[in-house]
């Protein structure tokens, strides 16, 4: 608490955030079985959630409730605004800030996270990666979900799944392997998707027969 009466709630400069972040580590092994994934997209601006989980398993992993090996976490970010993907490329311990940074993805336009440090390190112990996706991926993405799976996804989170289809294609993954990705926002927070085919959505009771309810 500052001498004015106020708190620092910003990304990793109080020290609760983290702790609430684990909690999506957390659900992910009970909702499987205490098997986790052999992979994890995770959408990166501040890196609060992947920090988060790498401690949630790593205290899971010493309690002896669950056993390794961890998933291999991968940084997924926008090739207009990829801080984390060059420092880990270049074998950096920290990133440097990124100039004009500009994506269509809000969540993950971060020039400067204050815990660069912490997401490399956590990268790196998992064996994981980091990638950038262009926006006309995200957007690819995004439009391919809502269409194949009735998703309606945030930027950030499509970013996962063009990141996904652009490591399979690179071989940085084996079809055998489990692979979950994180759709961390809600896509009606951003315009909708262009829709590309009409629909009949007359009502199956337009009929002479039908009366309105009183």
């Not at 001498?3 to 609760?16: C, M, N, Q, V």
């Not at 609430?20 to 909702?31: N, S, Y």
């Not at 499509?158 to 993954?173: C, F, H, I, N, V």
Request: hydrophobic share 45%; aromatic share 8%.
């Amino acid at each position: 608490m500052s001498t004015a009466g106020w708190f620092d709630l910003s990304t990793l400069k109080e020290p609760y955030r983290i702790e609430g972040k684990k909690t999506m580590g957390l659900e992910l092994a009970v909702q499987m079985d205490w098997r986790l994934p052999d992979l994890v997209f995770y959408p990166t601006g501040g890196g609060t959630g992947l920090i988060g989980m790498w401690k949630a398993w790593q205290e899971l992993l010493a309690l002896g409730w669950i056993s390794g090996p961890l998933p291999r976490l991968v940084a997924v970010q926008s090739t207009g605004c990829a801080p984390i993907v060059r420092a880990f490329d270049a074998g950096a311990s920290a990133a440097t800030p990124w100039e004009n940074a500009h994506t269509i993805a809000a969540g993950i336009r971060v020039p400067a996270a204050l815990g660069d440090f912490l997401i490399l390190r956590a990268l790196r112990e998992s064996g994981g990666f980091a990638v950038a996706v262009p926006d006309s991926a995200i957007e690819s993405a995004r439009q391919e979900v809502g269409s194949q799976d009735g998703l309606l996804l945030s930027p950030e989170g499509a970013a996962t799944y063009a990141a996904y289809l652009q490591a399979a294609e690179s071989g940085k993954l084996r079809a055998t392997e489990r692979v979950v990705l994180f759709n961390c926002a809600s896509g009606l927070k951003y315009p909708l998707p262009t829709v590309t085919q009409h629909m009949d959505v007359r009502s199956p009771f337009a009929e002479d027969t039908w009366a309105p309810r009183r």
